[in-house]
Structures are given as C-alpha cells and as structure tokens.
C-alpha cells in the first residue's frame, strides 16, 4: 500500500536512472545518494523547499556519500535512522523524499 502510494504521488519529477527515493528504502538497504533535490510537496516540510534542501546538504546527504536504513518507526514507519558515512541521523519520512539514492544489490 505505502509502496502504491510512494509511486502514485512521487512520479512527476523522476530521478535518476536506477535511482529510488530515500523515503522507499527499507532497513537494511545500503546504497550511495546520487542527487538530493528538495522539491517534493513543497509546504508539508514546514520549511521553505530551499531551506529544507540547505538543511539535507549540511547534514551531510550529498552526493558520494554513502547511506543505509538502520531503523524505521513503529507508527507508518516514520521517522527512520540512517546511517550516512560515519553518523547515525534521524530523519522524517517526508524529508528522505528529496534524497535520491542508488542502492546496492542484495
């Protein structure tokens, strides 16, 4: 259902090829961000889209770096814990929309 979701409401603005959504991943899933583009629903972050896209690069979600899912909440799976490079960060479900990551084969 949430997957139904994710693909219903997330397709206008495509990511990169083979790329999937932060938000998508599950725990587990390892991969590297290859774009982080703060554009989705813009106003449901309750920041401006280019302020919550500053906030994503000074935590450290910019290209290159590498990211896994380590936890994600009980409750609609909201928040989730990742791992990106040598940090443990929190991170609303809503905001992981705007990293795009390639993940690693399984």
Sequence with gaps: MLADRATSTLTASPGPAGAVR??????????????????????DHGVAVDELQRRLLEFGFVEGAHV????????WR??????????RIGLRRRDAEDVWVLLDPR
Aim: glycine letters at 10%; aromatic letters at 0%; proline letters at 8%.
């Design 78 to 87: 909201d928040p989730i814990a990742v791992r990106l490079d040598d940090m």
């Design 68 to 75: 896994e899912v380590l936890h994600e909440g009980a409750i």
């Design 22 to 43: 932060l938000s998508a991943a599950r725990p587990g899933d390892r991969g590297v961000i290859v774009d982080v583009r703060a554009e989705s629903h813009p106003g």
